[in-house]
């Protein structure tokens, strides 16, 4: 959490942000929790552990500054071990009574936890006998402030009663299973994407007033010249032009559509239930339009009732696919996302500039084991934070073992951008290459690109974040083709909402409604656009409302029930639990042989009434 390195305007994590398992159960927030990743956890103890053992610099994951060239760092074993002057700081606290392993340890409580690891007896036990058996004074001070910190008791304030006896189950590497492999790659554009700048009217326009002409008159200072567009053809789409043209910077979106392999969606959003300019208001009473934060999970959940709460549409897609006896799970190579929560699958999370083992010094002390005691089961009345804690640092510890053995001999052939983009797809090809190693057959992955609250210089900002958008595209859809594993793989590009077509004074949009997107792959039906554009942009329009903001007509509901189908939700009760709204919009949802190439028997839309 630097200064100045905040992902958004909402800093590091949300102040409604639940925990998944006993905090959102028991309807408590618990903002920090959102950076306790599985990377970050391991990260931070090795922060620390370093600093403990090296002092303030950066070998082995240390928290300063490069104190010695990073290729030297093992020499801190012998050549530089009482050196003073290889570090830019180090702890110089001593116990009172550093003979007495009780009194240290109760000193240490005292000044680390504020005295709460002393009332847990167990807690206090281990850390005795682990002083007491390090060895000399300074390695039994070392290792005991190197566990301390790990316990629930430094990362809560809540008294943690520890059981004697019962310890977590471990994370385990699922079977291979033998089935036919599918990944759902659903890409979050954070910020709210301009995507009528993305997909923009061309030529052969003959429904209403729509024409580039048109879009130019609405959009002003905003809008993108003919020359600047690559052209698509759209005849036999039902649009009002049979010709769009799509952002300049887009080339590979515009390969794929040419090659059958990508369709868009047309003026997408959130929506509660059918709605029009008239009465949009009170029928959209179950959420806060325009808001991100709100909007973001109401993306990820699609769920505006809250029938399926604690899940995420990633997350229940998992779900089903487990309930049919596939291997599922979710990975996100971009933080704790909303969208991939469910009920029975994991969900493992990595960090996109790879993975560090914990405790990477090779002369260091054991520690997993240790810090694994600690972080055992808890007793009923025991702090719900501290219990999120533990549980928390056995799945990083399992997840971590896990995708570092997998991802450690996955290599890519192809080149990928050296972008915050481009490592993230990299890594998800690398995770897609394992995954027999992983034993999955079905998997959901997010990927997160922020910076598209463009309230100013949108054109700007839009082209050099799509120029990055493109780079990444082009490299995985290229090492995916090179896996074969193109026909196995759909990419669902999403944004919280689109923005105003009318430009504000700072040359840029604000924030609004419907908007635009694609998806990808080897099995979909491309080359077509589904939804619907809108006949008009203009304000006295049927779809638009002051101050440009475009009423969707086509809800995210209609687009993951054929991805569902194509996931592995065939039934009409497995559609109705990933997608608990669908009912609602029974003339507007696409079906999987809407999206993808194929014959397929499709659910009936609504169970049958006994």
């Keep these: 959490q630097q200064p100045h390195k905040a992902p958004n305007v909402f800093s590091f994590f949300l102040p409604e942000y639940s925990s998944p398992g006993h905090v959102k159960t028991a309807s408590l ?26 002092g303030l610099q950066s070998c082995y994951g240390g928290l300063g500054f490069m104190a010695i060239y990073p290729g030297n760092c093992g020499l801190f074993q012998g050549y530089y071990a009482s050196s003073d002057d290889r570090h830019y700081g180090k702890l110089s606290y001593m116990p009172s009574n550093p003979n007495d392993a009780g009194s240290v340890i109760d000193e240490m409580s005292m000044l680390l936890t504020g005295g709460r690891l002393r009332m847990n007896s167990e807690t206090r036990s281990m850390l005795v006998d682990a002083y007491n058996n390090a060895g000399s004074h300074e390695e039994s001070l070392s290792l005991a402030q190197k566990l301390m910190v790990s316990t629930p008791e430094f990362h809560t304030t809540n008294i943690v009663h520890t059981t004697s006896s019962t310890v977590r189950p471990e994370i385990s590497p699922p079977q291979l299973q033998s089935d036919r492999y599918k990944a759902v790659v659903f890409i979050f554009l954070e910020g709210g994407m301009d995507s009528y700048n993305m997909l923009v009217p061309y030529s052969g326009c003959t429904v209403g007033e729509m024409s580039h002409a048109h879009y130019q008159s609405v959009r002003g200072q905003l809008h993108l010249p003919l020359g600047f567009l690559s052209s698509i053809d759209a005849n036999g789409s039902s649009q009002p032009c ?45 959420t806060q339009l325009f808001a991100h934060n709100v909007q973001t999970d109401e993306v990820a959940n699609v769920d505006i009732h809250q029938d399926q709460a604690g899940r995420g549409i990633g997350g229940r897609l998992i779900d089903a696919a487990i309930s049919k006896g596939f291997s599922a799970g979710g990975v996100s190579v971009n933080g704790l996302p909303e969208v991939l929560v469910s009920d029975y699958g994991s969900l493992f999370t ?58 450690e001999f996955a290599t890519v052939s192809t080149e990928f951008p050296e972008t915050p983009f481009g490592q993230q797809m990299e890594t998800i090809a690398k995770l ?19 910076g598209y609250d463009t ?119 497995d559609l109705n639990e990933v997608l608990p709204n669908r009912n609602a919009f029974q003339s507007k949802l696409f079906s999987q042989s809407d999206i993808y190439q194929g014959t397929f028997t499709d659910p009936p839309t609504k169970a049958p009434v006994p």
């Excluded at 949009?509 to 419907?514: F, N, P, T």
């Design 29 to 54: 927030v618990s903002p920090e929790a959102q950076v306790l990743t599985g990377p970050n956890i391991i990260n931070a103890f090795n922060g620390m552990i370093s600093l403990v053992d090296l």
């Design 242 to 286: 049979s010709t769009f043209g799509v952002h300049g910077t887009l080339q590979k979106v515009h390969s794929l559509y040419n090659d059958g392999d990508l369709l868009f969606v047309a003026n997408m959003g959130v929506m509660q239930q059918e709605l029009n300019e008239n009465n949009f208001w009170e029928k959209m009473d179950k």
């Design 350 to 407: 990595v960090d996109a500039n790879g993975l560090q083992t914990l405790n990477p010094m090779p002369w260091a002390q054991p520690l997993k084991d240790k810090i694994m005691e600690l972080n055992r089961a808890t007793n009923i009345g025991s702090s719900i934070y501290g219990e999120t804690w533990s549980d928390l640092v056995y799945q990083s510890f399992g997840e971590n073992d896990l995708l570092f053995n997998a991802l």
């Design 432 to 450: 897609i290459q394992s995954k027999d190693q992983r034993g999955n057959d079905r998997d959901v992955f997010y990927a997160k690109m922020p």
């Design 455 to 573: 309230h100013g210089h949108m054109n700007e900002i839009l082209e050099t974040l799509f120029e990055e958008l493109n780079g990444g595209l082009d490299a995985f859809t290229t090492e995916i083709k090179t896996q074969q594993r193109w026909d196995d793989v759909t990419i669902v590009l999403t944004s919280e909402f689109g923005r105003t077509l009318i430009g504000n004074t700072g040359n840029g949009s604000d924030h609004a409604w419907g908007g635009n997107y694609f998806v990808a792959g080897g099995e979909v039906d491309g080359k077509k656009i589904l939804g619907s554009f809108p006949e008009s942009l203009a304000e006295d329009g049927p779809e638009v409302v002051p101050p440009g903001i475009v009423i969707p007509s086509t809800p995210w509901e209609a687009l993951w029930n054929g991805i569902a189908q194509w996931f592995g939700a065939t039934t009409t009760d």
